[in-house]
């Protein structure tokens, strides 16, 4: 009787274990990527001219103010973007009562484009949308991120989290195996990062360029030999939604440079 | 027209050592890449940068290869009279442009 309590123990403490396994360390404070690259790439996010991606912002606040076609400009309904969208970026994905599904930032400005400019969205990861998505990210710099607690998010949320911690790929790798349990180590000669989302689009030095999140989750996912979903796909929408979720409270650093 | 960014004092005392920061969105394509379809990428670079201040070259650069897109370029001028600063960038393709700022010095 004792034996068998004693193994019921053991059982529901290797249970504990392993459910806390997937999590991060919640005594650890989280650190963004920013406190693990080395002191020039620093100097070169915290400077904004030093900072590449403040050209993309420039160029999006051109766009802002541009009429499409013969419609409105993004500014004839918001107005100045410095008041109207700060901290719209913190709360995205959020969830579209129309669509009826959860749609990120660049995807909610292409619903903006063709529900009232009346214009072609744009393509995933071009020049204009990266623009565009920059300068409303950039409006909520310094500001922590707050997800949206619509209801509707829970489930979707809840698919992300599990995308998360499914092992993947013919590497067979989940993304909670690098960036829960190993941050800090190295990984093909790479720091590995807690994988926080709070500087998106980034400039990448890897990339010569700005990107989204959804392209840095592909870059993850084809390096675990795995084939990533599409461009705004429901599962690259709910994984993100999963780590806004996770990144929550975080400083938004939107332009961030990044090795 | 690329965007730049161009940082520079609008107001400096005769004699002050002014610096001068510019950034360019420019590819810097190598030559050396290949391209989706497995084809050398042509390069396509800036080659040259100077800055004129009331039409003297205070500052010129060569640019190659190497240097990472979006070139970032600081340099110092010691300010003189009130004027312009002239910023031109040229490279391959065809590739010009000017960019300039005006400053006044007391």
Not at chain 2, 59 to 88: E, K, M, R
């Amino acid at each position: 009787m004792i034996a068998s309590r004693a193994a019921l123990a053991l059982i529901a403490a290797l249970l504990a274990w392993a459910g806390a396994a997937g999590a991060q360390d919640p005594a650890k404070p989280r650190r963004s990527g920013f406190d693990t690259m080395s002191p020039r790439i620093q100097a070169m996010q915290r400077d904004d001219l030093q900072n590449p991606g403040m050209l993309w912002v420039a160029d999006g606040e051109v766009l802002w103010n541009k009429i499409f076609g013969i419609s409105f400009s993004c500014a004839h309904c918001h107005g100045d973007a410095k008041q109207s969208m700060r901290g719209v970026a913190a709360r995205y994905p959020d969830w579209d009562p129309v669509e009826q599904r959860p749609v990120d930032l660049s995807q909610r400005i292409n619903l903006c484009r063709t529900r009232h400019q009346l214009v072609m969205p744009l393509p995933p990861e071009s020049v204009e949308l990266l623009d565009l998505e920059a300068y409303v990210a950039n409006q909520s710099r310094g500001m922590p991120i707050a997800p949206s607690s619509a209801r509707e998010l829970e489930a979707p949320r809840e698919r992300g989290r599990a995308l998360y911690t499914q092992r993947i790929g013919q590497l067979n790798l989940s993304c909670a195996l690098c960036h829960d349990q190993r941050p800090g180590h190295v990984l093909a000669g790479a720091t590995i990062p807690e994988g926080h989302i709070n500087g998106y689009p980034t400039y990448r030095l890897e990339w010569q360029g700005l990107g989204s999140l959804q392209r840095r989750l592909r870059n993850c996912l084809s390096g675990v030999r795995a084939e990533p979903p599409p461009f705004n796909s429901t599962e690259m929408v709910e994984l993100e939604l999963y780590l806004a979720q996770r990144s929550a409270g975080m400083t938004i650093e939107t332009p961030a440079v990044r090795p | 027209m690329a965007r730049t960014l161009i940082n520079a004092p609008r107001t400096a005392r005769k004699g002050d050592v002014m610096e001068i920061r510019t950034l360019i969105a420019h590819p810097m394509e190598t030559g050396y890449r290949a391209g989706a379809d497995g084809r050398t990428l042509p390069r396509d670079i800036i080659r040259r940068f100077a800055c004129r201040y009331n039409n003297e070259l205070v500052f010129s650069a060569d640019l190659y290869p190497a240097i990472s897109a979006n070139p970032y370029l600081a340099f110092q001028v010691v300010a003189d009279a009130s004027g312009t600063l002239t910023f031109t960038w040229e490279g391959d393709n065809g590739f010009a442009q000017t960019e300039s700022a005006t400053i006044t010095v007391s």
